[in-house]
């Protein structure tokens, strides 16, 4: 009778019959870094891969078979020292950092930390694991019904379906964890769900537009858990019925990753699935693009009208439709419009920028898909097949012969999804409420043409394919490559994610902040936005619902847009980007103009904290940093800061605070009247907090009203923060020799590493970069700085530093300040304050 009310209650609840893993005797024989059970339904394998790394896997099948990705790198089996401990109700692994209880009578697993036998997570008692056969299908398209559809992402192929072939089956897992109220969960990647602290949520996870998927958990409760299957899958933590499901795998396979804190479980993470490369210093500078710039000329007049106007600029962007009319996504440019693309790059070289150009992987109507084709590198819906690295190299061939061999910098992979199901009219009511419909029909879409165990991989290996070729071909050059998918294991290919297509709405903004730090929370450390949104204005599909019919000319656009840029100046990328307005700074009015100013302010201090960024992108590569951070990060015993939505750490020592709703305008240039130019901000217990801007000093553990007039973002530094700070300048590279200040933030002891190195290329690799490190005793009030470790071509052997103690009125905003004046030059040197 229980086994029969356990099935039908499963069935009541989910609709499908499932194969529960139910008491009994079982078997079990060590294996080299754990254990392999014999369950009622399956086998269950668990094992050491570090002493706090733990690999779980569950299959239904007699034997192991794997999942097939790539997202661990390979690694060669080494012995983990443990003891196994076999008890009357449990079994026992115990290593120097974990004890590992698995249940004899349900196979639930239990993590503790070792040090002081504390339950990090439990699997669900009363029912850990449970799989559903589910069979795979394999879609026959009608080739008579072949046609090219307009959409808002492009001109697709579609095909009629003609009938559909079941060709063998797979399965569905579902993993049980008792998740408790005491801890906060974050990560999964970058959705459109208004979500941080994912406690109490579900997500439905699968790549397509505005939703990038990472199955990596982040916990305060100090650890974290990788899901390594490449299926769709359901997060569901609602109810006290927390679970995890894999929608199409061979087998359950997760890690479990030991961290003290959450930096520690990134680490933990990536030494699994691979470190991330050093960003080129360019890249961090200020990156213009619009929907699109349409002629060689136009995007150096582009790049010379921002010099005229000593406005700093770093990145031009090349957006679609540069190919010839009717060859959607060649990588050819029409040479009507772009006649010689090496006196193109050669030209935007030469005033001190770098050329991005927008690649896709669905080319149509060329003879790019007829080489394809021929060779058998094409999927369906012209979609090339990223999974076969012989197409992977013929892909990188177009790009190197077209952009890479003349000249161009970076790429911008977009439509990595690659497919999608409703990126057109839809049904009345369709799209932002009801994330549940957008993953079934974009799952499966992706089924039908990647096939259900690798639906939402392709952008891994696309990216896979263009970092391991551009290396291949030369090293002067760092990857770059911007994408609107992602995976785990996908940082290690030198990628950054942007959330897809937006609308441009307060609301819309508000929800971005948290859904790029989840997204970064996850493992991936480089997310940014089009600043501004890409939708400005509304039109009849569900997702371009901008609330700017006039665009740039509408005062309210124009307010909004500085504060995304605000926003955006403090991620790991600051870029703007969109369609229906244009969006350079001399379209938001004229020099001595509030939002032209705001703007123009904006950009010049991001160049001025490019020594402090730099050494950020240099811990992210050596430490496993995440740059732009969710408060959790750094105060996880102060629970105020667990569901905070609108503030974030940038490194070590910005809190910052966006602006999320209007102060000026409303839309159609409408004034606002009584509204004060201010926002409520929480400063974390326990520590100082200066305001940038002013000087002023607070305690934190409370809520400040803080000013925030268009000119500037809320933005506070920590006490202890040394702050590197460089010239002002028109591009990254314009003064290398320039005087840098140093700002101490007083009230307690500070610590901060300068990273520098050659700025592109991959030297740093064979350890030609330098650092130095920065302490500043409070007590003593005296900043130590160390010898320099290292070396490297071009590096600045002697430098000027002016350090500033910061109080009020000295030491704030973008203006360089009154401070002490000494000459590094690579020996340790002493400065009192």
């Avoid at 299908?137 to 090219?148: A, F, L, T």
């Avoid at 996870?205 to 899958?233: E, I, R």
Wanted: with cysteine; glycine share 8%; hydrophobic share 35%.
């Amino acid at each position: 009778m229980e086994k029969q009310y356990q099935r039908l209650w499963f069935l009541i609840s989910f609709c499908v019959v499932s194969f529960l893993c139910y008491a009994g005797d079982s078997d079990y024989r060590t294996l080299k870094n754990g254990l392999e059970m014999t369950v009622p339904d399956g086998r269950l394998r668990v094992e050491f891969v570090e002493t706090d790394i733990v690999r779980v896997q569950y299959t239904c099948e007699a034997t192991f078979k794997g999942n097939g990705t790539i997202v661990c790198l390979p690694r060669e089996e080494k012995k983990t020292p443990f003891t196994l401990k076999e008890m009357e109700k449990k079994i026992l692994l115990i290593s120097d950092s974990l004890i590992i209880s698995i249940d004899r009578s349900n196979y639930a697993i239990t993590y503790m930390d070792a040090c002081n036998n504390r339950v990090l997570l439990a699997e669900r008692y009363e029912r850990p694991r449970e799989a559903e056969k589910v069979f795979k299908e394999r879609v026959i398209y009608d080739e008579q019904s072949k046609r090219m559809v307009k959409t808002a992402d492009g001109e697709k192929e579609v095909k009629d379906v003609l009938h559909r072939d079941t060709v063998g089956y797979t399965w569905k897992y579902r993993n049980h964890f008792g998740w408790t109220d005491k801890e906060a969960i974050y990560g999964l990647g970058c959705h459109m769900e208004d979500y941080l602290n994912l406690q109490g949520k579900e997500l439905w996870l699968c790549q397509h537009n505005l939703k990038a998927m990472v199955p990596v958990l982040n916990s305060t409760a100090g650890y974290g858990l990788l899901f390594d299957a490449g299926c769709g899958m359901y997060y569901n933590n609602t109810a006290g019925n927390g679970f995890m499901e894999m929608e199409a795998a061979k087998q359950l396979d997760y890690y479990f990753m030991k961290g003290a804190t959450m930096d520690k479980v990134i680490n933990r993470y990536r030494l699994l699935t691979g470190k991330s490369p050093m960003l080129p210093l360019y890249i961090l500078g200020y990156i213009q693009s619009k929907e699109r710039y349409r002629t060689s000329v136009e995007l150096i007049d582009v790049v010379a009208e921002y010099r005229r106007r000593q406005v700093p600029l770093d990145v031009v962007v090349q957006d679609w439709n540069y190919w010839p009319n009717g060859s959607w996504g060649y990588m050819k440019m029409d040479r009507k419009r772009y006649p010689n693309l090496r006196n193109l790059t050669d030209s935007i070289h030469q005033l001190n920028a770098k050329l991005m150009v927008s690649i896709w992987p669905n080319p149509t109507n060329s003879p790019q898909t007829e080489e394809f084709k021929s060779k058998g590198f094409m999927l369906q819906r012209s979609v090339y097949d990223a999974f076969n690295s012989g197409a992977r190299k013929l892909y990188w061939k177009y790009a190197d012969d077209e952009f890479f061999s003349n000249g161009f910098d970076a790429w911008w992979c977009d439509c990595t999804e690659p497919v999608d199901a409703d990126w057109s009219v839809m049904p009345e009511g369709y799209g932002w409420d009801n994330q549940q419909e957008r993953w079934k029909g974009n799952l499966k879409a992706l089924n039908d043409l990647l096939g259900e165990e690798r639906s939402c991989l392709f952008s891994l290996y696309h990216s896979k394919g263009i970092y391991e070729n551009q290396r291949a071909t030369s090293e002067k050059k760092r990857v770059v490559n911007l994408t609107r998918s992602s995976y785990a294991g996908q940082q290690r290919f030198a990628t950054i994610t942007w959330n897809g297509d937006t609308h441009a709405s307060w609301k819309s903004f508000a929800a971005q902040i948290p859904g790029g730090l989840n997204f970064m929370a996850a493992g991936c450390p480089y997310w940014t936005l089009d600043a501004g949104t890409f939708f400005s204005a509304t039109k009849k599909q569900w997702f371009w619902r901008g609330q700017y019919n006039q665009g740039v000319t509408d005062m309210g656009y124009r307010e909004f847009y500085v504060r995304m840029l605000q926003f955006a100046t403090f991620l790991p990328l600051l870029r703007s980007h969109g369609t229906d307005t244009p969006r350079e700074i001399w379209q938001f009015g004229n020099p001595g103009e509030a939002f032209y100013e705001s703007i123009l302010g904006t950009i010049n201090l991001r160049y001025r904290l490019l020594p402090y960024i730099y050494s950020l992108v240099g811990a992210v590569n050596s430490s496993d940093y995440t740059m732009s951070r969710m408060l959790a990060f750094d105060f996880s015993t102060d629970k105020k800061v667990f569901d905070i939505k609108d503030q974030f750490m940038f490194g070590p020592a910005f809190l910052v605070c966006p602006v999320t709703k209007p102060m000026y305008y409303k839309k159609e240039s409408v004034a606002l009247t009584g509204v004060e130019k201010k926002r409520d901000v929480y400063l974390p217990k326990d520590i100082k907090w200066f305001d940038f801007w002013t000087g002023k000093c607070y305690e934190g553990g409370q809520y400040i009203e803080s000013d925030a007039p268009i000119e500037r973002i809320p933005l506070f530094v920590r006490a202890g923060t040394i702050l590197p700070m460089g010239p002002l300048q028109q591009y990254t590279t314009e003064k290398k020799s320039a005087e840098w200040e140093i700002r101490i933030y007083s009230g307690k002891d500070g610590y901060f590493t300068v990273y520098e190195d050659e700025g592109d290329g991959y030297n740093y690799e064979k350890g030609r970069c330098a650092t130095f490190n920065l302490f500043w005793n409070d007590k003593e009030q005296a900043l130590t700085i160390s010898d320099r470790r290292g070396n490297f071509d071009g590096m600045v052997d002697k430098r000027n530093l002016n350090v500033v103690l910061v109080h009020p009125g000295n030491g704030v905003g973008i203006s360089s300040s009154k401070g002490q004046k000494i000459v590094y030059e690579g020996k340790k040197v002493i400065v009192k304050l």
